[in-house]
């Protein structure tokens, strides 16, 4: 299932995200530091979506109390707990 998450308190505006199989794929930010968010987005493919969600929980980013990579674990959070009512 396709994902749009809108990031509240980072750079980055949106995440693009698709969960297969509870697999994280496709995962896209809007804004943001671009070459290290690409590098998320490879890092994770093909992941256990939940798996990643533990990872990056509670990363942050500077000064700010979360960060991309934090916003992506929320994301997958909401995700996997939506699709879980289907």
Do not use: P, R, W
């Not at 794929?25 to 804004?31: A, I, P, R, Y």
């Amino acid at each position: 299932m396709d994902y749009n998450y809108k990031t509240k308190g980072v750079c980055a505006q949106q995440i693009n995200f698709t969960i297969e199989d509870g697999k994280v794929k496709n995962v896209e930010f809007f804004g943001g530091c671009n070459g290290n968010l690409k590098a998320i987005g490879l890092l994770v493919e093909g992941k256990d979506a939940a798996e990643v969600a533990a990872l990056l929980k509670g990363n942050t980013c500077g000064f700010k109390q979360t960060s991309c990579g934090d916003q992506l674990a929320n994301a997958l959070e909401q995700a996997l707990a939506h699709e879980a009512t289907l």
